[in-house]
């Protein structure tokens, strides 16, 4: 039997607007352990990359993992304060499974987190299988879609993400990519990834399917 196509999504700034809780927890852990902490407006742009590259521009080296550790520790108890999935992406996830298409999650989160959130926001009915970066290289490597992929038995069709490691990973590992642009990065930003599209919205995948 032929594998079922896949569409591959990343989570924070694509399917969910985690934006704030993300933001919060992180500038919080500053406070909690007694630093100074940069402007929101910094963090922000830093926003999808793994958690001791976004502290080690703002922190000592050797305190590095005493933050990640707080931010994990906090983030889990204020994931879904804010967080809520994007306009549409119910209705465009339930037509894929109409369609015959697999629903798969690539993210730089670790899975755990990655499906307490899912699952925080009502997600995991809409999606086949939710996949982190668990011990093994991170966006823009292309390592996290292989393993949603082999995961879930399924061949990639799009890769679609907010951001340009989500484009070069999907590129690499043989994706068609789309960008959207209600995330981390705006559309001239994408574009220098060279997605085969950029969208304010996903609606748009329904009909280049």
Do not use: N
Not at 23 to 43: C, I
Not at 124 to 132: A, E
Not at 175 to 201: C, I, M, N, Q, Y
Request: aromatic letters at 8%; charged letters at 25%.
């Amino acid at each position: 039997m032929r594998p079922k196509p896949a569409i591959v999504f990343d989570l924070d700034g694509t399917l969910v607007d985690s934006l704030d809780d993300i933001l919060d927890t992180f500038l919080a852990t500053f406070d909690e352990l007694g630093e100074a902490g940069p402007e929101r407006s910094m963090v922000r742009a830093l926003v999808g990359r793994p958690l001791d590259e976004m502290y080690s521009g703002f922190v000592p080296p050797a305190r590095v993992a005493t933050f990640v550790a707080a931010y994990r520790e906090r983030y889990r108890r204020h994931l879904a304060d804010k967080t809520r999935p994007y306009p549409g992406v119910v209705d465009v996830l339930s037509e894929l499974a109409e369609r015959g298409y697999a629903r798969l999650v690539a993210t730089t989160k670790r899975s755990v987190t990655a499906r307490e959130l899912v699952a925080a926001v009502g997600l995991t009915g809409y999606l086949d299988h939710v996949q982190g970066t668990d011990g093994f290289p991170h966006k823009p490597a292309p390592d996290v879609i292989m393993h949603a992929l082999a995961a879930a038995g399924a061949r990639g069709a799009w890769m679609v993400g907010d951001t340009t490691s989500d484009i070069v990973a999907g590129r690499a590992a043989g994706l068609r990519t789309f960008g959207v642009t209600w995330g981390t990065h705006d559309a001239a930003t994408l574009a220098a990834a060279e997605p085969d599209v950029v969208e304010p919205t996903i609606g748009l995948l329904l009909r280049l399917l």
